[in-house]
């Protein structure tokens, strides 16, 4: 019997390769990478290797369409926001399990991500949508303060600025037409003219992370984020899972969460939600139609000894209808930090590694930016590094990476005057 066939979608920024990659060769199945640029071995490996359109759904259909008559399709899986919708809309052509096509756009946008939610009474932040070239005394005056400036289409909290009083509106709007400026926002074309304005929500923030099975959240993991995100920027350092919010609480977040995802259409395959709670209960943030993004999935592990499962590969089994053993993760605490950039200009060194690596729980110590041009947020969004930890409790895996990112050094220089444009990575 020929092994199924899996064509998974990977943007040439992605940092998710090898993990999926590994996951499919631990399954058996017969492997097809599609990427946003063309490879040189792609006229060797002709089933192997696919050049596609991320930004243009309808012509990826059809150059997969055209592919699938040679080499059967059994499961499409997207890693990202960009190939959610390109999976979705190629499993829908080719009637394989998905997503519905309009969920995964509605999941993708944040305010009709907002009007969908707010209809179904899912709570979310009070809301305005307004056009990036609108007066911004105007617009000041008509903000209800604290308020987020949000861009509808920017991930990693990239362009999201928080606003107390109008002359920090009228700034932070500012800066967020030159971040939506940038060739790569441009790019987003008509989402980038517009902005969201919220509500800010008080409260401890919290990122789940779910498999959806014919619409039932199986939930994976609720990591807690243990440095507040109260602005102005939103810069997310450390995820800490199990969560030490009452068993009441994360409840309520799941429940949220299962809340949206239902009233966004989504029906099956990996979802990410940031999610916040208070005296009046969770509060939807973002729900995001795909897994947990950088290398963050490094974190999660799913059973016990010789049979645990990385994340990546309950997401391909899913997809490919093979069975789970457990969503259950194992039994100790699991933390990771998402190495923050301290100023902009070129990392060229970094100090401290193998102090860092000796910590007590520390997992692992991955610079993943080295050589590379950094930029701090809200500008930027790429961070130096991740720093992975284990331990008994949750609170000894979070002193863990704290420990050891105090032993790190960075030696970051000024960035050439002819610099290339930042890549974002997913």
Same mark, same amino acid.
């Given at each position: 019997?020929?092994?199924?066939?899996?064509?998974?979608?990977?943007?040439?920024?992605?940092?998710?390769?090898?993990?999926?990659?590994?996951?499919?060769?631990?399954?058996?199945?017969?492997?097809?990478?599609?990427?946003?640029?063309?490879?040189?071995?792609?006229?060797?490996?002709?089933?192997?290797?696919?050049?596609?359109?991320?930004?243009?759904?309808?012509?990826?259909?059809?150059?997969?369409?055209?592919?699938?008559?040679?080499?059967?399709?059994?499961?499409?899986?997207?890693?990202?926001?960009?190939?959610?919708?390109?999976?979705?809309?190629?499993?829908?052509?080719?009637?394989?399990?998905?997503?519905?096509?309009?969920?995964?756009?509605?999941?993708?946008?944040?305010?009709?991500?907002?009007?969908?939610?707010?209809?179904?009474?899912?709570?979310?932040?009070?809301?305005?949508?307004?056009?990036?070239?609108?007066?911004?005394?105007?617009?000041?005056?008509?903000?209800?303060?604290?308020?987020?400036?949000?861009?509808?289409?920017?991930?990693?909290?990239?362009?999201?600025?928080?606003?107390?009083?109008?002359?920090?509106?009228?700034?932070?709007?500012?800066?967020?037409?030159?971040?939506?400026?940038?060739?790569?926002?441009?790019?987003?074309?008509?989402?980038?003219?517009?902005f969201l304005v919220e509500s800010f929500?008080?409260?401890?923030?919290?990122?789940?992370?779910?498999?959806?099975?014919?619409?039932?959240?199986?939930?994976?993991?609720?990591?807690?984020? &243990?440095?507040?995100?109260?602005?102005?920027?939103?810069?997310?350092?450390?995820?800490?899972? &199990?969560?030490?919010?009452?068993?009441?609480?994360?409840?309520?977040?799941?429940?949220?969460?299962?809340?949206?995802?239902?009233?966004?259409?989504?029906?099956?395959?990996?979802?990410?939600?940031?999610?916040?709670?208070?005296?009046?209960?969770?509060?939807?943030?973002?729900? @995001?139609?795909?897994?947990?993004?950088?290398?963050?999935?490094?974190?999660?592990?799913?059973?016990?000894?010789?049979?645990?499962?990385?994340?990546?590969?309950?997401?391909?089994?899913?997809?490919?209808?093979?069975?789970?053993?457990?969503?259950?993760?194992?039994?100790? @605490?699991?933390?990771?930090?998402?190495?923050?950039?301290?100023?902009?200009?070129?990392?060229?060194?970094?100090?401290?590694?193998?102090?860092?690596?000796?910590?007590?729980?520390?997992?692992?110590?991955?610079?993943?930016?080295?050589?590379?041009?950094?930029?701090?947020?809200?500008?930027?969004?790429?961070?130096?590094?991740?720093?992975?930890?284990?331990?008994?409790?949750?609170a000894g895996a979070e002193e863990a990476?704290?420990?050891?990112?105090?032993?790190?050094?960075?030696?970051?220089?000024?960035?050439?005057?002819?610099?290339?444009?930042?890549?974002?990575?997913?």
């Amino acid at each position: 019997m020929p092994r199924p066939r899996l064509l998974l979608l990977l943007p040439s920024t992605t940092y998710r390769t090898a993990a999926f990659v590994e996951a499919a060769r631990r399954l058996d199945v017969e492997l097809t990478v599609a990427s946003d640029h063309s490879n040189v071995f792609g006229a060797e490996q002709p089933a192997g290797l696919l050049a596609l359109d991320f930004a243009k759904p309808e012509r990826a259909v059809e150059e997969v369409r055209a592919f699938a008559m040679a080499h059967p399709l059994a499961a499409v899986v997207g890693v990202d926001d960009d190939t959610a919708i390109v999976a979705a809309a190629v499993a829908e052509a080719l009637e394989l399990p998905h997503n519905p096509f309009e969920a995964a756009l509605a999941a993708r946008d944040k305010h009709r991500q907002r009007v969908r939610l707010a209809e179904a009474g899912v709570p979310v932040p009070p809301f305005a949508l307004r056009r990036l070239d609108e007066e911004p005394d105007r617009l000041a005056r008509r903000a209800s303060y604290p308020c987020v400036l949000k861009p509808l289409r920017l991930s990693a909290s990239r362009g999201v600025i928080r606003a107390d009083t109008p002359g920090e509106f009228v700034a932070a709007l500012g800066r967020l037409r030159r971040i939506l400026a940038a060739p790569d926002a441009a790019a987003c074309g008509e989402p980038a003219r517009w902005f969201l304005v919220e509500s800010f929500v008080p409260g401890p923030e919290v990122a789940l992370e779910g498999l959806l099975e014919e619409g039932r959240l199986h939930l994976l993991a609720l990591f807690d984020k &243990p440095d507040p995100l109260d602005g102005p920027f939103f810069e997310e350092t450390i995820y800490v899972t &199990p969560s030490r919010l009452p068993n009441q609480a994360q409840a309520a977040l799941g429940e949220c969460a299962a809340r949206a995802a239902c009233a966004l259409g989504l029906r099956g395959g990996p979802i990410h939600a940031e999610l916040r709670y208070n005296d009046a209960g969770p509060w939807l943030i973002e729900l @995001a139609a795909r897994p947990i993004g950088g290398r963050c999935s490094q974190a999660l592990r799913f059973g016990e000894g010789e049979g645990r499962a990385s994340l990546e590969e309950l997401i391909l089994r899913h997809a490919l209808g093979l069975p789970i053993a457990t969503c259950e993760r194992e039994r100790v @605490a699991a933390s990771v930090m998402m190495i923050p950039t301290p100023r902009p200009g070129v990392l060229r060194a970094v100090t401290g590694v193998e102090a860092a690596r000796a910590v007590e729980g520390i997992d692992e110590v991955l610079i993943t930016a080295m050589g590379q041009e950094l930029v701090p947020l809200p500008e930027g969004s790429r961070y130096l590094g991740f720093l992975f930890a284990r331990a008994p409790s949750p609170a000894g895996a979070e002193e863990a990476l704290r420990e050891a990112h105090a032993k790190l050094g960075f030696d970051i220089v000024p960035p050439p005057v002819d610099a290339a444009p930042l890549a974002h990575r997913a």
